[in-house]
């Protein structure tokens, strides 16, 4: 039985999550992608167009798959078009698209009557048309990830100088410009079978410095009752429901304000700490469900009664990564820790104010808050990352 997982970039969240889980299924596993020569040897890959659904479904066909997933941010929409015309269970394509595309998740959930985060899209190569009263506002690309390209502006003079910045870099993307919304950032974890939704808790998100929107560190901090019902009423409204979904909000006045949808596990290392905690297998569970089998089939945990905090480390200046820690999983008193590079050494990389600006990855998992801050504050001073210009 051959599962397919389309794939740009080879990812932590496949290589150390999905393809352990098929092979611990039974399944083979195949990797399809644009980009094979950046998969490491011994992974079974096949080059394929993958935007393009009808070259998904060309590569999957003939081996009669069992079950076709993406992570990817990028290829959502393709892959539940080739899944529906290969009949496997699969996401909503227009739940996908409407979850990549800022603009279109904006309007569908005003259109529901929940929110109105007012927005406005600025086409390649067009002059933004912003009226004042929306500032500050955040300008970002339409179909943008990792907080890439994601600026805070006072004003219309400053939009104008980060548009043209933007598009600089890449000219040809669209733009929206929202309204800010205030207030704490926090998410929102679920998984579905496409009736019934569960909710794996969330984390409370500390970011760095305005304008950019870095996420510096998460803390273990599942939604509230009232938060849940205001959040899945607004999934309802993408049509989400299939697979993993993770949801960024904050809360203002009580009421939920969503900052966006990703219709996939929590990145950058965070879906392996996730399953960690929550003691799940969490990646044979999304694979289970794209084989078909229903959420009340999953063991999944009513509550959690530890806590966990991760911290990123970032780095503070362009250059070449010249020493960094490597892998690390220790034990501090009732806290397990560990430490994942995220960027390799003799790497030179440019500083950005995004999530591509990440060293490396520590997390804490323990009884108590005040016991795994203490644990990962210790586990961090004895770790130097070093950076020449």
């Given at each position: 039985?051959?599962?397919?997982?389309?794939?740009?970039?080879?990812?932590?969240?496949?290589?150390?999550?999905?393809?352990?889980?098929?092979?611990?299924?039974?399944?083979?596993?195949?990797?399809?992608?644009?980009?094979?020569?950046?998969?490491?040897?011994?992974?079974?890959?096949?080059?394929?167009?993958?935007?393009?659904?009808?070259?998904?479904?060309?590569?999957?066909?003939?081996?009669?798959?069992?079950?076709?997933?993406?992570?990817?941010?990028?290829?959502?929409?393709a892959t539940a078009i080739a899944a529906r015309k290969l009949g496997l269970p699969g996401k909503?394509?227009?739940?996908?698209?409407?979850?990549?595309?800022?603009?279109?998740?904006?309007?569908?959930?005003?259109?529901?009557?929940?929110?109105?985060?007012?927005?406005?899209?600025?086409?390649?190569?067009?002059?933004?048309?912003?009226?004042?009263?929306?500032?500050?506002?955040?300008?970002?690309?339409?179909?943008?990830?990792?907080?890439?390209?994601?600026?805070?502006?006072?004003?219309?003079?400053?939009?104008?100088?980060?548009?043209?910045?933007?598009?600089?870099?890449?000219?040809?993307?669209?733009?929206?410009?929202?309204?800010?919304?205030?207030?704490?950032?926090?998410?929102?974890?679920?998984?579905?079978?496409?009736?019934?939704?569960?909710?794996?808790?969330?984390?409370?998100?500390?970011?760095?410095?305005?304008?950019?929107?870095?996420?510096?560190?998460?803390?273990?901090?599942?939604?509230a009752e009232q938060a849940r019902a205001q959040l899945r009423a607004r999934l309802d409204a993408l049509g989400v429901g299939f697979g993993a979904c993770h949801t960024e909000y904050v809360v203002s006045d009580g009421r939920v304000r969503l900052i966006e949808v990703n219709y996939r596990l929590i990145g950058d290392r965070m879906d392996l700490i996730l399953a960690e905690l929550l003691g799940v297998p969490l990646f044979e569970y999304v694979i289970r469900l794209h084989l078909g089998e229903p959420l009340t089939a999953l063991a999944l945990p009513d509550t959690v009664d530890r806590y966990a905090r991760v911290e990123y480390v970032c780095a503070d200046r362009s250059g070449r990564l010249?020493?960094?820690?490597?892998?690390?999983?220790?034990?501090?008193?009732d806290v397990r820790l560990g430490c994942r590079p995220l960027r390799e050494v003799g790497r030179a990389a440019e500083r950005t104010g995004t999530n591509r600006d990440y060293l490396a990855v520590l997390h804490g998992i323990g009884p108590d808050e005040t016991t795994v801050r203490q644990s990962l504050a210790a586990l961090r001073s004895d770790l130097q990352w070093t950076i020449a210009e």
């Open positions: 039985m051959r599962l397919y997982l389309t794939a740009l970039n080879p990812t932590d969240a496949v290589l150390d999550g999905f393809l352990p889980a098929a092979a611990s299924l039974g399944l083979s596993a195949t990797v399809l992608t644009d980009r094979p020569a950046e998969w490491p040897a011994g992974v079974r890959v096949a080059r394929c167009a993958v935007r393009d659904p009808a070259a998904v479904v060309a590569a999957a066909a003939p081996t009669r798959a069992v079950a076709l997933l993406s992570n990817s941010d990028h290829l959502q929409e909503d394509p227009d739940a996908a698209r409407l979850c990549k595309d800022k603009a279109a998740a904006r309007r569908a959930i005003a259109a529901a009557g929940l929110d109105l985060v007012r927005t406005v899209t600025v086409d390649p190569g067009a002059t933004p048309d912003v009226p004042t009263g929306m500032f500050p506002a955040v300008v970002k690309p339409r179909e943008g990830v990792a907080s890439e390209d994601a600026y805070l502006v006072a004003d219309h003079a400053e939009l104008l100088a980060r548009v043209a910045e933007i598009r600089g870099r890449r000219p040809d993307v669209a733009l929206v410009v929202e309204e800010y919304l205030a207030g704490e950032l926090r998410t929102f974890e679920t998984l579905g079978d496409g009736t019934e939704l569960a909710s794996l808790g969330g984390w409370h998100t500390g970011l760095g410095p305005p304008p950019t929107f870095t996420e510096e560190s998460l803390a273990w901090s599942p939604p010249v020493a960094a820690p490597g892998p690390l999983d220790t034990v501090h008193g």
